[in-house]
């Protein structure tokens, strides 16, 4: 299973841009990277996915380095909202779908 | 609205006294699986299961039980809850177990066995 490496926590300011980062230099080649987020008191929330090119959705966009070893979640405005534990996970199948400890991103007013 | 439902969101028991947490998606998902989550640990699959009637372990299934008898529903059940079942449990679903979807979460159950 491919290992992960994101701040332990990041700060940002409202309507600001926020780039959240992700080692996973162990990625299998058939490994999907996956965002998912997770307010407190709620269960974790899907953002984005993807396999080797950049995404966009109407929460994130995700950009992927070309080695695949690396990737960056980008929320384009961070509202009060966004404030969440912030998870980057490479997955193959949902059998092995293993949530680290994560980013905590505070969202300053 | 797409969703996964689990009741109850809160539950106090009794050590011994038979419990079931249920969860159900209305997306027609062939994908389940149950998780608990507790602090320092992460999320831990517990059981899941890949269509009706096909249930099987996840890592930490003991004192656990599941059924699939319907493709929406995903019941667990805890035959004699014990206090190490004290923890937050979350139910997911997914259109299929490959990693090239997403997965939708309940908003969770908060169980205390004392």
């Known amino acids: 299973d491919a290992k992960t490496t994101q701040p332990n926590s990041m700060e940002s300011n409202e309507e600001e841009p926020v780039h959240l980062p992700c080692n996973h230099s162990t990625i299998s080649g058939t490994d999907y990277i996956h965002w998912y987020r997770q307010l407190p008191s709620q269960g974790p929330e899907y953002v984005i996915h993807g396999l080797t090119s950049n995404v966009n959705n109407r929460m994130a966009s995700l950009a992927i380095a070309e080695d695949r070893k690396s990737s960056t979640l980008i929320l384009h405005r961070a509202t009060l909202r966004d404030a969440a534990v912030y998870y980057c996970?490479?997955?193959?199948?949902?059998?092995?779908?293993?949530f680290g400890s994560g980013t905590k991103l505070n969202v300053k007013p | 609205e797409a969703q996964v439902t689990q009741n109850p969101r809160y539950l106090i028991t009794v050590t011994g006294k038979k419990l079931t947490v249920t969860c159900s998606q209305n997306?027609?998902?062939?994908?389940m699986s149950w998780y608990r989550q507790d602090p320092g640990l992460g999320l831990r699959q517990i059981y899941y299961s890949m269509n009706v009637e096909v249930t099987d372990k996840g890592d930490v299934p003991e004192g656990y039980k599941v059924s699939r008898k319907e493709k929406r529903n995903f019941p667990l059940i805890l035959e004699s809850p014990s206090p190490n079942q004290t923890s937050l449990y979350f139910c997911a679903s997914s259109l299929s177990i490959q990693g090239g979807t997403e997965a939708f979460f309940g908003q969770g159950t908060r169980l205390t066995v004392v």
């Open positions: 997306m027609n998902h062939e994908y």
């Open positions: 996970i490479p997955l193959y199948n949902f059998n092995k779908f293993y």
